[in-house]
């Protein structure tokens, strides 16, 4: 009946939203891509069945080829995720974006979100951390903070107020977008990215994988013979590590522990993305560069 009703309700006219709303949603139950867009050749599409709930779950299917016209992995919003994120209430605003995704091809997605206004002058920014979202490890819901600590200024003017919308327009195209540096345009890649519940939230849950400034870092990267998962504080905490190649398979894994060297000779020359996690489930990621 949820669909049927859903499917009715597209042949009535309707008025497109155009200024973001804190705790919107777009699930694309309405069997259409809500706005997302792309420039390639390869159309978005709407997936009718097999979203993170499962038969009859809606989601957004994203394609790249990496080559040629199709290389970018990008999908952009000029319609109801525009606005002003501030709602004139700092306490109460959008601060985080949160989705499921799915990596359904065989490449390591990073993803972040990237956000461009126009006043006067062309202001872009992006999140300063991305997400790895790793082949074959299904739908995982995970959120991007856009408090002004967690973004990254992508143009020589820039303004966090301006640009979110404290005291202008706002935000007049959001991105979402493969590349593992803060940036405005998709690094080239092969992927199929799945995309759900795209939602507008003031506060995450803690199930969620988040994308906030780390306090864990890999040293020295890049690097040929070890590395140390360091952290701003003098602890030596216990953890387990995996070693991921950008197929997504595990190449190393074992335990360590916080400030202290790993040693990664045997690897092979490349990039990988380090999996730490501690022992409350807390996860971090981020990209190494074997020499």
């Keep these: 009946m949820k669909k049927t009703l859903r499917f009715l309700l597209l042949c009535l006219p309707t008025i497109a939203l155009s200024q973001v709303e804190l705790d919107q949603v777009d699930d694309f139950e309405d069997y259409t891509m809500s706005n997302w867009t792309k420039n390639n050749s390869i159309a978005n599409e709407n997936i009718y069945n097999g ?6 779950d809606n989601f957004l299917r994203v394609t790249s080829s990496g080559s040629g016209s199709d290389l970018e992995l990008m999908t952009k919003n000029n319609a109801q995720w525009q606005g002003n994120y501030y709602q004139g209430n700092l306490s109460s605003r959008v601060k985080y974006i949160s989705m499921d995704v799915r990596n359904s091809g065989d490449n390591v997605i990073f993803l972040r979100l990237s956000f461009q206004t126009d006043y006067g002058l062309i202001y872009r920014c992006s999140t300063t951390n991305a997400i790895a979202v790793l082949p074959n490890e299904g739908w995982k819901r995970i959120s991007f903070s856009i408090l002004e600590e967690n973004i990254t200024a992508l143009s020589d003017t820039f303004s966090y107020s301006v640009t979110f919308g404290s005291s202008s327009q706002g935000v007049e195209e959001m991105r979402i977008v493969h590349n593992d540096v803060p940036a405005w345009e998709s690094d080239p890649i092969e992927a199929v990215l799945d995309i759900d519940n795209i939602m507008a939230e003031s506060q995450t849950l803690s199930t969620e994988e988040i994308a906030v400034k780390s306090e864990l870092k890999l040293f020295p990267n890049p690097t040929s013979n070890v590395i140390t998962v360091t952290s701003n504080e003098n602890v030596t905490e216990d953890i387990s590590y995996g070693i991921i190649d950008l197929l997504g398979r595990t190449v190393k894994e074992g335990h360590s522990k916080l400030n202290q060297e790993i040693n990664i000779q ?6 990988y993305i380090v999996e730490i996690k501690n022992a409350n489930g807390d996860i ?7 020499n």
Excluded at 51 to 56: I, L, T
Excluded at 266 to 271: F, P, V
Excluded at 284 to 290: A, H
């Design 51 to 56: 979203g993170p709930s499962g038969e009859g």
């Design 266 to 271: 045997d690897l092979n020359s490349g990039n």
């Design 284 to 290: 971090f990621r981020e990209k190494l560069i074997k």
